[in-house]
């Protein structure tokens, strides 16, 4: 419904950034999904984001691993930065 009534919301100024923000099941990545389908906007996870960081093995990755193996948010400082 969003979707199809952004053109009401939004008049001939369509949004640059989008956040989409939201608890574990409920809908985020499909949304997303949509978004990218439907309007052309390119994605980023911040989930997938810190995935690839840790993955790299990277200073910055092996600290957010520390911080998620604890069960603690990383900051949205560090979000920003990757």
């Known amino acids: ?3 199809m009534g952004a053109d009401k919301v939004l008049g001939q100024n369509p949004a640059r950034i989008v ?3 939201g608890g574990p099941g409920s809908g985020k990545g499909l949304l997303c999904d949509r ?3 439907e309007c052309g906007v390119a994605h980023l996870s911040s989930g997938n984001l810190l995935r690839d960081e840790v993955a790299r ?3 910055l990755g092996r600290e957010c691993a520390e911080i ?3 069960g603690d948010l990383v ?3 560090t979000i920003t930065t990757l």
Request: hydrophobic residues 55%.
């Open 68 to 70: 998620m193996a604890r």
């Open 75 to 77: 900051s949205s400082a």
């Open 57 to 59: 093995d990277t200073p």
């Open 19 to 21: 956040l989409v923000v």
């Open 1 to 3: 419904e969003f979707l």
């Open 35 to 37: 978004l990218v389908d």
